[in-house]
């Protein structure tokens, strides 16, 4: 079965700083990989996600993740945060040949951005 | 487009009681709908994936007896907390997948959750 970890639990910025935020699973077979945010109150949404392709992957509000299969990893990453972007970040992850379609959630990053 | 909504948003009840929460696709056919509980500074886990017309396929230590899901229609999603006590207590979540994207879509659209609080 696959795991995700996502290091960082808690991460505080000020604007204008850039944001790398860490996430690596386990699993030995084709993935695809998402990123989703919670902001406060809200419900998740989908920021990016990575299928097969071009490794480096743009997403909503200026975000993009790489994955870099060698190293079980998608980090994702900002080179300017606003304070709006203050939320809980998920990493997610599913097995190509999971028929059951399941996503394997990371522990989440709660990322508060100073004005 | 895809929507998911649910129903009721916070609902408090007392022990023993069972509580009915409703997932809808609002703009779209869910061929598969997921229910996720979330604890407080937690992450998601996956309860159960439930397909339209078939039962529920739980997850290990889930309780199916304890938590009925139903998926009538490709709209709607069910989960029944039954005999519910203050452990029940937590966020659950619904997602979906959508119909017309294609099996291997993969992608999940999200409800915005219903806080259960058992008294």
């Known amino acids: 079965a696959q795991s995700v970890s996502q290091h960082n639990h808690h991460v505080i910025l000020s604007e204008a700083a850039s944001l790398e935020l860490g996430c690596n699973y386990s699993?030995?077979?084709?993935?695809?990989l998402f990123w989703y945010v919670q902001y406060p109150g809200q419900h998740l949404q989908l920021l990016l996600k990575?299928?097969?392709?071009?490794?480096l992957v743009k997403g909503i509000k200026g975000f993009e993740a790489e994955f870099i299969k060698s190293k079980f990893s998608f980090n994702l990453r900002k080179p300017s945060v606003q304070w709006s972007d203050t939320a809980e970040y998920f990493c997610?992850?599913?097995?190509?040949?999971?028929?059951?379609?399941?996503?394997?959630f990371g522990g989440g990053t709660r990322l508060m951005v100073k004005p | 487009g895809a929507v998911v909504s649910q129903h009721p948003s916070r609902v408090i009840c007392k022990s023993g009681t069972s509580v009915k929460i409703e997932c809808r696709s609002l703009?779209?056919?869910?061929?598969?709908m997921f229910w996720y509980r979330q604890f407080p500074k937690q992450s998601l886990m996956l309860m159960a994936t439930?397909?339209?017309?078939?039962?529920?396929?739980?997850e290990q230590g889930v309780e199916k007896d304890k938590f009925l899901i139903n998926h009538a229609s490709l709209t709607l999603s069910t989960l029944t907390v039954t005999s519910a006590h203050p452990e029940d207590s937590s966020f659950y979540i619904c997602?979906?997948?959508?119909?017309?994207?294609?099996?291997?879509?993969?992608?999940?659209?999200f409800g915005p959750g219903t806080r259960l609080t058992v008294t």
């Open positions: 990575y299928f097969s392709g071009d490794p």
């Open positions: 997602s979906a997948r959508h119909r017309d994207r294609g099996w291997f879509s993969y992608e999940q659209y």
């Open positions: 699993y030995g077979g084709t993935v695809n």
């Open positions: 439930s397909n339209e017309g078939s039962k529920a396929t739980y």
């Open positions: 997610a992850v599913n097995a190509v040949d999971n028929a059951g379609n399941m996503l394997t």
């Open positions: 703009d779209f056919q869910a061929t598969t």
